[in-house]
């Protein structure tokens, strides 16, 4: 059977410096021992919501507009001619 090599004692040497000493082990936050685990729960279902029903805007009417117009001439002296003209007009 092959001889096992003797491991080198410069690396032991190493490791007996405190670069490579273990450290104690690390306190817990104060915050995180206070603090509980949550246990996950079963949520229920959200209720349906019911949607609201949409406006319906009512028909607009047209807007009428009524134009009454006079006109009084005088052809000869004297003679006075008057016209009437009256016009409902619906504004689309």
């Known amino acids: 059977m092959a001889k096992r090599k003797k491991a080198s004692k410069v690396q032991k040497r190493a490791d007996l410096r ?8 690390r306190k817990a936050a104060k915050a ?3 603090l509980k685990r949550t246990v996950a ?9 019911k949607k609201a029903a949409r406006k319906v ?29 009256e016009e409902t ?3 689309s």
Not at 18 to 25: C, I, L, V, Y
């Open 57 to 85: 805007k009512p028909p607009v009417a047209p807007a009428v507009e009524t134009v009454a117009v006079e006109v009084i001439e005088q052809p000869a002296p004297g003679v006075l001619t008057v016209t009437e003209v």
């Open 18 to 25: 405190s670069s490579a000493k273990r450290s104690k082990a």
């Open 32 to 34: 995180a021992k206070a």
């Open 41 to 49: 729960k079963a949520k229920a279902k959200p209720a349906p919501v």
């Open 89 to 91: 007009r619906k504004a």
